[in-house]
């Protein structure tokens, strides 16, 4: 039982190329969610799903698109990388039964764009 | 103004004291609250739910005031292990949001 994996743990792009960070669960969750974390502004939610085939936006969701074809996988897109998408990237994924379930974290994707 | 604020700190406390941290929310629907720790670098890890009664674990009590929109962290007996920032969490349909954190420093 691997919990939320991440792929890549470190990533250095160019303006304006593009890249899909990756992110797959073993737990059979449900909800999926990918926040960026910068310093001094806490986790903000960039996109989530609430299962296969529905996502929605978070806060921050401007440059970046998702899809959720199956449970397990859970792929974020960034378009045209900007300077501004340098951030920590995590993805998470919690049970969607009944009762007070927090997120599982992966161990993030650390992304500079130059 | 943010959804989730928390005091940043950083607090500094010598070991065996006890702390307490604050977080208001702003969403009255909101529908669930955690408490989250994160060391330096690392990924956030669930400590705790927070329930409306108000719930315990070990040296760590959580309390959650709905009327006010405010959650509390107590945490007794510090260790230096409980060095980290602690993050408040509200949950509303599955729209998670975090607090910027705060900052724990225990000293021996």
């Known amino acids: 039982n691997a919990g939320v994996t991440q792929t890549p743990k470190f990533q250095v792009l160019k303006t304006g190329q593009s890249m899909t960070l990756q992110c797959a669960q073993d737990m059979n969750h449900e909800y999926m969610s990918w926040y960026r974390q910068d310093p001094g502004m806490g986790l903000r939610l960039i996109h989530y799903?609430?299962?296969?085939?529905?996502?929605d936006q978070g806060e921050v969701p401007n440059g970046y698109n998702v899809s959720r074809s199956t449970t397990e996988d859970f792929p974020l897109r960034l378009l045209s990388a900007a300077p501004s998408q340098t951030s920590v990237y995590f993805c998470?994924?919690?049970?969607?039964?009944?009762?007070?379930?927090?997120?599982?974290f992966g161990s993030g994707t650390r992304l500079t764009v130059v | 103004r943010k959804e989730v604020e928390q005091d940043p700190g950083p607090f500094n406390v010598p070991e065996g004291a006890t702390v307490a941290f604050n977080c208001t929310y702003s969403n009255s629907a909101s529908q669930s609250f955690f408490w989250y720790r994160q060391d330096c670098r690392k990924e956030p890890k669930l400590l705790m739910s927070v329930y409306s009664s108000g719930n315990e674990d070990g040296r760590f009590t959580a309390q959650l005031n709905r009327a006010s929109q405010y959650i509390s962290l107590l945490i007794r007996d510090s260790k230096l292990s409980d060095s980290a920032t602690y993050l408040c969490?509200?949950?509303?349909?599955?729209?998670?949001?975090f607090g910027a954190g705060t900052r724990l420093t225990v000293k021996p």
């Open positions: 969490v509200v949950n509303n349909n599955n729209d998670m949001r």
């Open positions: 998470a994924s919690r049970s969607s039964g009944t009762g007070n379930y927090g997120y599982t």
């Open positions: 799903s609430v299962g296969a085939g529905i996502t």
